[in-house]
């Protein structure tokens, strides 16, 4: 148990609180919101909750996920050209890869929310929680030493 | 008034449909889905590019055999239907020959690029079969038609299926490799012009007359028909003469068909400039068909040159820069601008419906075209690379975006369509899949690459030959010391074309006969395949692999190969040489460039000094490094720190006193064979620095061998410690020339070492070598005149293998072997081959009848590909 491990420990967390939040809000959340709420009352929550995971995305997620990653990277020795190596290096570029396409597909969401193209926005929601499931995938799949 | 066509197209009227006509637009819908896909494969294809085995041949029939010959199957019966005012044929038959058709390109894509050719060979019989089943049903319709005015293009579909029936049979041929080298050139010429100008040419030509019109809401000019009439009894009788012109090899033949086709294309485009003078274009369809036919013009007229001036062997060379352009700016352009116009129509939905469709596959339509049509030239020029790219880029990303909006287009109608199962194309739908599709690219970028060292320290670098011809890379196998950076220089021999393409990555551009191209590659890591990427001829064996030393050593054997390498790294001077071979007999490279500053045994034997005493001194050099194959040197033990050592020439009678120092780092003996001396004092082992007197008498004459006297034996000889003495028997003729040919064992690595000696033992030599270096005069041939006789002595010093020495050629007529003459000069009788045990000697004569390269080897045949081989350049005398 060292300092470390508590880094690796926030790293996991707050993945799995945003990963997990997003699966909580689409199978939980948004379907009891559908049967028990009027269409009124559900935009409402929904754009309130929305709202309140982007924020937690951008105020927390993101700074921690960032910091984290690349602490955990540097204690690797990771560098640029080993990122094309085939093994950890690889796996970890398509890793980042596959969350900078997430990120993209979250920000679509957010911009398609707000320009009122409802279909748009949930379709670009639910890419980018496939590809935030396939991110942890990715996540286990890298070697361990 | 518009052109009849237009209304019919519009599908089916709103209201309650009747009969047939119900189905139209769900047909045409299913059909133009599989276009569009084929137009993504296509896109895919030429994204991927070089992953894919046979990359160029795989994109032009993705494209050619899967989008465009599908749209003109339909397209063609569906203008044949709205031209002739008939009835829709029942749509059972033209769905089984475009699943047919479908099928049949998915055999000859598989059958050619991985599969046995003889599924392609099916595939393109089934092409040809639907084909003309295609052109009959055209027949049949007309036959039913009332007469009317645009009948005349019915011909021009008619006469394309019979193109593509012609150009289908060939190109079953091609598969089956019938026929190679130029003949394959003029088949291939054949199949690509006749499938092109035929198929895809006539196909465009007949519908333009009405389609050009349509599109620019203009009439259609009066002399359409007369137009369409000459120009087919042009263009068809000469397509007819440029295919017999090239498979027969009659360049003029050729040249008057590709003109008269030329001509018949520009009689039936009049027409189409009529019309353009009466309206500008102003769609983007209209702008595309436009843009198409010019790139076709130009097309032509390089078609109409290249024929004319290179013979039918070259044609398909040379119209190979040009490909990308009849593909992307003609027929890709021709298809897009056809299918822009047309989709909307055929999606139907109503005329709010139409607009809409219409509105979102024209989008952007400006830039689209001008992407494209900047895109086409950089394809076809020689500019740089990144230009070309930039080319390839425009153009993808152009039909990217029309594959794009299709898609959208059809999608949407689908949805129309079935309304009840909407759902399935429902957000999040969509999003599930974009998801997975990321992800499932992700894991791909994640697992590919395989896990061994991506980079390998470079130990040395190393150029070797690579030749292609007849449908095999040689060498096949290159083995190479792991870390060395190899270079191969590829030259393409054949008379048909190749290119080589090696799984790292490297390739050659396709090089035509007596091309040829470097590639250099990494140290070499693991074990590289390679192979030729022209369709059909990696399954007909031209590959080829680079593997490491010691990965083609039998298991419990890595004394062999593994030792050599190691072996030639320590001993190679500048990290050159040595160490990396192309495999032939026992691993050597013996076509390999020889060392710089190396110089040959000298094996040109002078004639016996005067005198009956010969004083000489031998020194034991045992650490001396000599070449003992081309680019291989190592460290041999050695008499006066050659091998052989140095020759010894009397007369029968003459007294030899050899001063034998040991001046090496081990114990070592002399034992001349030539003397008769009690073996205890003179061929005494001494030690490093002693030196002892061997005084003996020549009694007898003959080639006689000396070498190391100390045991083990084996490891002295084969180490290379031994050399002749030659004594002349009374009246020896005179010859021209004499030389002395020595041939020994090769062991490669260090001499006495483990490795090394358990090859010996085994009687596993790596090579055979004349006068110390295997296939050293190949590289430094003797040199005689025709006419002169030459003496050649030979003494076979082993240590375990003898010689059957033969001059490819020029047979002995004289033989003397081991003191007695076998054979003389003068009689009726020759020989071929002196046959030597080990430590046995002798010469043989001959007469070199006229100038040329004549071989003399061991025809031991074995022995000889593993070095025991040289040359004699005879000049004229």
Known sequence: MTWWSVVRFLHVLSAALWVGGQLTVSLVVLPLARRLLETERRGQVMRAVGRRFGMFTGAVFLPVQLGTGVAIAWRKGVTWTSLAEPGYGRILAAKLALFCAVMVAAGLHGWATGAGRPGFARAMAVSALVGSVGVVLLATALPAT | MTSVEVHIEKGPPAGPPSGPARHRAPWHLRANALVVAWLGLTVAAAAVGDGLPAPRWLLIHVFLLGAVSTAILIWSEHFAVALLRARTPEPRWSLSRLALLNAATAAVLYGVTAGPAAVAVAGAGVI??????????????????????????????????????????????????????????????????????????????????????????????????????????????????????????????????????????????????????????????????????????????????????????????????LLPLVLAGFVGQVLLGSLLHLLPAVLGGGPARFKENAALLERGWAVRLTALNAGVPLLALPVPRPLALLGWALVLASAAAFVVLAVTALTRAWAAEHPERRALASPALAGMTAGCLLTAAAVVVAVTGGSGPATVAATGTRTVEVTLSGMRVRPAVIEAAPGTALTLRVTNTDAQRHDLRLATGERTPLLGAGESATLRLAPLGEAVDGWCTVAGHRAAGMTMRIVPTGALARPGTDTGHGAHGSAGRATSPDGNGGTAAGTGQAGLDLAAPVSPGWRPYDATLAPAPG?????????????????????????????????????????????????????????????????????????????????????????????????????????????????????????????????????????????????????????????WMFNGTAAGYDHAPLRAKAGERVRIWAVAAGPSSGTALHVVGAPFDTVYKEGAYLLRAGGAGGAQVLDLAPAQGGFAELVFPEPGTYPVVDHTMRQAEGGAHGLFRVGAP
């Open chain 2, 128 to 321: 040809v079969a639907v084909v003309l089943w295609h052109a009959a049903a055209l027949v049949r319709l007309t036959r039913r038609a009332l007469p009317g005015r645009f009948g005349h293009v019915i011909a021009w579909y008619v006469c394309a299926a019979g193109a593509l029936a012609a150009g289908g049979t060939l190109g079953g041929l091609l598969a089956a490799h019938v026929g190679h080298g130029a003949v394959h050139e003029r088949l291939h010429a054949a199949h690509a012009q006749v499938n092109l100008l035929g198929w895809v040419g006539l196909t465009v030509l007949g519908t333009l007359f009405t389609l050009w019109p349509t599109v620019l809401r203009t009439r259609v000019p009066e002399r359409t028909r007369l137009a369409s009439l000459a120009g087919l009894r042009l263009a068809v009788p000469g397509l007819a003469l440029l295919t017999g012109g090239l498979l027969a090899d009659l360049r003029w033949v050729a040249a008057a068909g590709v003109a008269a086709y030329a001509a018949g294309a520009a009689a039936a485009l009049l027409p189409l400039v009529e019309a353009l003078r009466a309206r500008r274009p102003h769609t983007g369809a209209a702008w595309m068909l436009g843009a198409g036919v010019v790139w076709f013009e130009v097309a032509l007229a390089a078609d109409v040159v290249v024929v004319a001036t290179r013979p039918a062997g070259g044609v398909a060379a040379a119209l190979e820069p």
């Open chain 2, 611 to 767: 005198g009956a005493e010969h004083e000489v001194e031998i020194r034991v050099d045992d650490s001396a490094v000599l070449e003992v194959a081309p680019g291989v040197r190592q460290r041999m033990w050695t008499f006066n720190g050659t091998v052989p050592g140095p020759v010894l020439r009397g007369t029968v009678g003459d007294v030899f006193t050899v001063t034998f120092v040991n001046g090496g780092t081990m114990g070592h003996g002399i034992d001349f064979h030539a003397g008769a001396n009690a073996p205890d004092g003179v061929m005494r082992t001494i030690q490093p620095g002693e030196r002892l007197t061997y005084r003996f008498r020549a009694e007898h004459a003959g080639a006689w061998l000396y070498h190391c006297s100390t045991m083990p034996m084996t490891q002295h000889i084969a180490g290379g410690m031994y050399g002749a003495v030659v004594i002349d028997p009374p009246d020896l003729p005179r010859a021209d020339r004499e030389f002395l040919l020595i041939q020994g064992e090769l062991y490669l690595g260090e001499p006495g070492s483990d490795a090394q000696v358990a090859k010996i033992r085994e009687g596993r030599p790596d090579g």
